[in-house]
């Protein structure tokens, strides 16, 4: 894989391809600026990303739609250049809601097309506007997860030109199986995005979405934010690691450009969120060193399968996708 900075796409199995590095978009919208996002996302196209990862969810999605059309009138970039990956979120996953969803996340971007929409989250709770819905007693509200008619709605979307691909996320091994062996499937999901890391390098699915062309993209490929309402804070930072910081001294980068590397040389799409100017410019410096075989088994044997994401408020759900193995 010859991957450069001005050259970093993919193949995806619907001979669409994908930047093997993006900008991950999601902050605590409490703790954001108004603008932060869009600085950010103008930022990262001049420093030569072209993939943006974003989602309804995150409230910021009209930013990175300012920031993109910004740089497309400059003459900075196309629009086809960009690749910009939205999100179905879990109270949208009954089919007459998937559209509209979409279409949501489309004004708010102003742009005709995603490139890549995905299934946020394996779960369904209960529809409407209320993102995190609970009852009175503050018990979530669950609704029944049907995800094949979920997905046959995403090919609707993708046959009407709103959408170039399809992919999913936080699906385990099982809930990609009931989306390949749909009877009529019309389009496989070229992607699955899940936690990946060198303390959780994901062996067994990233091996079952080789075998089935799905490519992996990582999120949380740093390890995380330290928030402990959803981050499983016992785990170490991973930045701190010793091995990590000291393949760095050797390469002159840091050890979050080592565990970026470590991703890339996999195969493995990275998408490191950054609002700070100058981290975003750092982690995109991955393309002028590689990792020897040695280096990289080593970075692999640093594997823990702890996650640092464990959305363990979640793990009553019928479709809570971490209770199996993988």
Same mark, same amino acid.
């Given at each position: ?9 993919? !193949? ?17 919208? /409490? ?12 930022? /990262? ?17 009209? &930013? ?26 879990? $109270?949208?996953?009954? !089919? &007459?809601?998937?559209? !509209?969803?979409?279409?949501? $996340?489309?004004? /708010? ?20 506007? &209320? ?16 995800l094949?008619? $979920?997905?046959? /709605? ?22 990609l ?27 067994? @699915? ?16 740093l ?19 010793? @091995?990590l910081?000291? @393949? ?5 980068? $840091?050890?979050?450009q ?50 640092f ?9 019928? &479709? ?7």
């Amino acid at each position: 894989m010859d991957l450069s900075a001005s050259n970093h796409r993919i !193949p995806l199995s619907d001979g669409n391809s994908i930047p093997i590095i993006g900008l991950g978009t999601y902050s605590e919208p /409490a703790m954001t600026q108004k603008g932060d996002c869009t600085a950010s996302v103008k930022i /990262a196209i001049d420093t030569g990303y072209r993939h943006i990862d974003g989602a309804h969810l995150y409230q910021n999605e009209n &930013e990175v739609g300012d920031a993109i059309r910004e740089k497309i009138a400059e003459g900075k970039v196309k629009r086809e250049d960009i690749f910009y990956c939205g999100k179905l979120w879990a $109270t949208n996953h009954v !089919p &007459e809601m998937v559209r !509209p969803a979409l279409e949501r $996340t489309l004004k /708010a971007l102003k742009l005709d097309y995603v490139d890549l929409y995905i299934i946020e989250v394996p779960m369904a709770f209960k529809p409407g506007d &209320e993102v995190y819905p609970v009852d009175e007693n503050g018990k979530w509200l669950y609704h029944k997860s049907d995800l094949q008619a $979920t997905w046959e /709605a995403l090919e609707a979307c993708k046959d009407a030109g709103l959408a170039k691909s399809l992919g999913v996320s936080n699906f385990n091994r099982r809930q990609l199986e009931l989306i390949l062996n749909k009877p009529g499937l019309k389009y496989k999901p070229v992607s699955n995005q899940i936690e990946c890391h060198p303390y959780f390098t994901q062996p067994k @699915l990233l091996k079952f979405c080789q075998q089935h062309d799905i490519v992996v993209v990582a999120y949380s490929p740093l390890g995380t934010s330290r928030n402990p309402l959803w981050v499983n804070v016992s785990s170490p930072p991973l930045l701190h690691d010793v @091995l990590l910081n000291s @393949l760095g001294k050797k390469y002159s980068k $840091t050890a979050a450009q080592i565990a970026l590397r470590f991703n890339i040389q996999r195969g493995v799409v990275v998408i490191p969120k950054s609002f700070n100017p100058e981290r975003i410019k750092e982690n995109f410096q991955i393309f002028d060193f590689s990792l020897t075989e040695e280096e990289m088994k080593s970075i692999e044997a640093l594997n823990t399968n702890v996650r640092f994401v464990e959305l363990l408020m979640w793990c009553d759900h019928p &479709e809570y996708p971490f209770h199996d193995e993988y």
